[in-house]
């Protein structure tokens, strides 16, 4: 199975400044057709996740251009660049190029 | 808007046999693959299967065969029966849609979960 391994598990972010998750894959996510098999999901209290990147770095539909998305092999970073109130909760990466699909631990976005 | 609902028998004794139905509205079944993952406290997230109307599917390993999807498009549901449950299987259990063709990433909708507990 693939490894998905991210840093940091908590990070304290004050309203309005921005955020950084990592994300590192025990394999190249690189699919034969030149995309990175890499999503970012965003799981707020008491709530199932909401797809938020897709392909690596390709914000899904409805998703504010504050979130930014790069990698590439096995290293990935989620970007916020102004973090809001709504964007507080777990952040997960996935990798959806081989089974079974595996997610990371999860990174925890608080309030500082 | 597509809507998933989870519905399940809420608790389970061990040994017992799971059966889940993730109903589907607003949307049609048909172009899509559909998973089950389930989240607990200890092992977060965890993928389970797919199943597309095709009759295609594929399963985590680390279930060692006990599950089973199934698709019926004519009621609109995604189903999954997971057998010889024990307490380790007590989990939060959702159904979600692969938005992006056949790339087993991509969930874009999920159901708000439906939680299972084995006790005895």
Known sequence: ?112 | QVHLQESGPGLLRPSETLSLVCSVSGGSLSSYYWSWIRQTPGKGLEWIAYVHKSGKTNYNPSLKSRATISIDTSKNEISLTVTSMTAADTAVYSCARHDYGDYKGGLGVWGRGTAVTVSS
């Open chain 1, 1 to 112: 199975d693939i490894v998905m391994t991210q840093a940091p598990l908590s990070l304290p972010v004050t309203p309005g400044e921005p955020a950084s998750i990592s994300c590192r894959s025990s394999q190249s996510l690189l699919h034969s057709n030149g995309y990175y098999y890499l999503d970012w999901y965003l799981q707020r209290p008491g709530q199932s996740p909401q797809l938020l990147i897709f392909f690596s770095s390709n914000r899904a539909s409805g998703v504010p251009d504050r979130f930014s998305a790069s990698g590439s092999g096995t290293d990935f970073t989620l970007k916020i660049s102004r973090v809001e109130a709504e964007d507080f909760g777990v952040y997960y990466c996935m990798q959806g190029l081989q089974t079974p699909v595996t997610f990371g631990g999860g990174t925890k976005v608080e309030i500082k």
